[in-house]
């Protein structure tokens, strides 16, 4: 049974956002194109402040602020974070955050994508692994050195740049950039150094663990077994730290490596279902439309048309 609370946080789409929060009458909604639900990037300059402040909420793409000049403060989970000049806050997709002060002034960069995005050509699962600031466990805060200020800048005036002056941003040449950038924040990021409990010790080490081991193992008692706890223990610490249960996660975890291997290679649906431990392909398929409502083969069509 859920949770009150889990119940009062709901997950927002892009244009679910804006039509909450932005108010039906503000011309903000004029910068976003047909695309941005995937991507997009605006100069905070460019956009009005919010008419609402926002409750506890997810959002289903993750959000970048880098703040030039001026203050921006909102909540991740209970932690309220203040970013000021030259700083960014990074809130990753699913993350709970809630922004009570509608008034920030602050001038910068928004620029928010869907964790698809990512997946394409040129990443990997591993190399997302590098950035602890697309962790949610992780250090969402970056304070960028002055002599790396110019740089980014100059990154995201380019992003700026790929979602303004193009009727359909080219999401190759976006990912390329994001990745860059996340290159350059990670210079300037530091990991999370704060004490940490047994449970989020457990689950960590779990979220590693399926990382390694999606291809061939899916049972929450094998990864119980590997950490020496129950599984009962084991489902009770992830879901205490993530909000999801153990099983929830490596059912996610195989669908993210599978949307990579759709996105990445030009293995068969068969092919790929092999490739994330489903020797049924016809089940896998059925995994696969239960949990994204299309089929593997409808997904990769999309994706040819993006």
């Not at 460019?46 to 289903?60: G, R």
């Not at 990997?124 to 800048?153: A, C, Y």
């Not at 195989?254 to 489903?278: F, N, P």
């Amino acid at each position: 049974m859920k949770s009150k609370t889990n119940e009062k946080v709901k997950t927002y789409s892009p244009q679910g956002f804006r039509e909450k929060f932005l108010g039906e009458d503000n011309p903000i909604h004029l910068l976003f194109k047909s695309n941005s639900d995937h991507f997009f990037c605006l100069e905070i300059g460019e956009m009005m402040q919010m008419q609402y402040p926002v409750p506890p909420s997810k959002h289903s793409c993750h959000t970048l602020i880098f703040v030039s000049s001026g203050q921006h403060v909102m909540k991740l989970g209970y932690q309220e974070y203040t970013t000021t000049d030259n700083e960014i806050i990074m809130v990753p997709a699913g993350q709970i955050f809630s922004l009570d002060n509608i008034n920030n002034i602050h001038k910068g960069f928004i620029c928010q994508f869907h964790p698809d995005i990512l997946i394409r050509k040129y990443g990997s699962r591993e190399m997302l692994n590098e950035f602890d600031f697309m962790k949610i466990s992780g250090n969402p805060k970056i304070t960028l050195d002055q002599k790396d200020v110019p740089d980014i800048t100059a990154i995201l005036n380019r992003l700026q740049k790929e979602y303004s002056e193009t009727s359909n941003a080219n999401l190759n040449i976006v990912q390329s950039y994001l990745i860059t950038l996340f290159y350059e924040m990670n210079k300037n990021s530091v990991k999370s150094s704060k004490s940490i409990s047994a449970a989020e010790v457990i689950a960590n080490k779990f979220k590693e663990l399926i990382y390694t081991n999606i291809k061939t193992h899916h049972q929450v008692n094998y990864y119980a077994s590997l950490l020496n706890v129950t599984p009962n223990h084991l489902n009770k610490s992830v879901k205490t730290v993530t909000g999801k249960s153990a099983a929830k996660w490596i059912e996610e975890t195989i669908l993210l490596e599978a949307k990579y291997l759709l996105y990445q290679t030009t293995l068969s649906v068969s092919e790929i279902a092999m490739q994330v431990g489903h020797e049924d392909h016809s089940y896998f398929s059925r995994f696969f439309k239960k949990h994204e409502s299309i089929t593997p083969v409808q997904y990769r069509k999309l994706i040819d048309k993006s």
